[in-house]
């Protein structure tokens, strides 16, 4: 025991293991791989540290109005929604990969204000599945699927992370169960779409828009 409290002051410290590289792959399946087009394989597949892709688009942004004040809301803990709504918003998306995460910028120009960034990180959960993190600790689980070649991102529950703590959150105190769209539609372009839905306060947010890779 006194050669552990030493070590222990001099700095030793138990680590936790490393998160894994998020291998989107492996969370569908080889069969449901298989079936997504290339462009959709190479757009999720593992990047190559550092490297920024860029995914030009524009999208319906909509809310209702619980929705609308919770992003306001939100925005004391870093802007994980988009607070404001649009017909026609022009929306960049960065992609990179940072350590074992995948990092996804989203740049939404709304008329007559600032950009707004909305950044979050995907990476792998404990259980070996998929969460994502926004920009001031809100995350959630997801469960991945391909279905008729287009994936299918859907919430499985919610945390806040903090202190290094993942603290689970009471469904009705979230925006609701979000499903996320990934449709490759051909030509190097497709469409992204994302709804909340809550059991009490409907389709909280929505947004759908068509993007574009990049030029090569």
């Given amino acids: 025991m006194g050669a ?19 291998d989107l792959r492996r969370i569908v399946g080889e069969t449901g791989w298989a079936n997504l087009p290339l462009a959709v394989r190479a757009r999720f597949g ?16 909509r809310a209702n109005r619980a929705g609308r004040w ?18 026609a918003v ?3 998306v960065a992609v990179r990969r940072d350590g074992a995460a995948m990092v996804w910028d989203r740049i939404y120009k709304f008329a007559d204000r600032p950009p707004v960034l909305v950044s979050s990180r ?5 259980d070996g599945g998929l969460m994502e993190i926004a920009h001031g600790g809100l995350g959630m689980t997801l469960d991945v699927t391909e279905e008729a070649g287009a994936l299918h991102f859907r919430s499985t529950g919610y945390f806040w992370r903090v202190l290094g703590l993942r603290l689970p959150i009471p469904p009705l105190l ?11 539609l051909g030509a190097g372009r497709f469409r992204f779409a994302l709804t909340f839905r809550h059991p009490l306060l409907g389709e909280t947010f929505f947004q759908d828009g068509v993007f574009e890779d990049p030029a090569e």
Avoid at 46 to 61: D, K, L, Q, S, W
Avoid at 174 to 184: C, I
């Fill in 46 to 61: 593992v990047h190559a540290g550092g490297a920024v892709i860029r995914y030009p688009g524009t999208m319906v942004v």
């Fill in 90 to 92: 022009a929306v960049d």
């Fill in 70 to 87: 919770l992003a306001q809301a939100c925005r004391l803990i870093g802007t994980p929604l988009a607070p404001w709504t649009g017909e």
């Fill in 122 to 126: 995907k990476m792998a959960a404990p």
């Fill in 174 to 184: 979230t925006p609701g169960r979000a499903h996320v769209l990934h449709e490759d």
């Fill in 4 to 22: 552990l409290a030493v070590l222990w002051r001099q700095g030793f410290r138990p680590r936790a293991p490393a998160s894994p590289l998020l």
